[in-house]
């Protein structure tokens, strides 16, 4: 079984960053993608960005690219998700999940097999 722990969230004014963190335990995540998912009150649950855990690879939605970068420390088995320029449009409930295997669908919440508990960003405009 995987355990997914999130931190780092907040709330913070227009322009300011902030990191996230998800700490991943419980398995070997070679082949894994990881990823950061994010809902919005009255939304649908959205991707944000996802990484391989194997090679490294990075994937993005279209409106944080440039803003947001998604990274992983293996030692640590955690990965992070370093957030610049912030916008109150970007205030959600944010998810990490872990999906066992690559997909090219990883930008769908369908794919994924674990999820944490969600962390709340809040930016204030």
């Known amino acids: 079984q995987v355990q997914l722990v999130e931190s780092g969230g907040g709330s913070v004014q227009a322009g300011g960053s902030l990191r996230l963190s998800c700490a991943a335990s419980?398995?070997?995540?070679?082949?894994?993608?990881l990823a950061w998912f994010r809902q919005a009150p009255g939304k649908e649950r959205e991707f944000v960005a996802a990484?391989?855990?194997?090679?490294?690879?990075?994937y993005y939605t279209d409106s944080v690219k440039g803003r947001f970068t998604i990274s992983r420390d293996n030692a640590k088995n955690t990965v992070y998700l370093l957030m610049n320029s912030l916008k109150p449009e970007d205030t959600a409930v944010y998810y990490c999940?872990?999906?066992?295997?690559?997909?090219?669908?990883?930008?769908?919440?369908?794919?994924?097999?674990?999820w944490g508990q969600g962390t709340q960003v809040t930016v204030s405009s």
């Open positions: 990484i391989r855990w194997s090679n490294g690879r990075t």
């Open positions: 419980g398995r070997t995540f070679r082949s894994y993608v």
């Open positions: 999940a872990a999906d066992e295997d690559y997909s090219t669908s990883y930008y769908a919440t369908r794919e994924y097999d674990y």
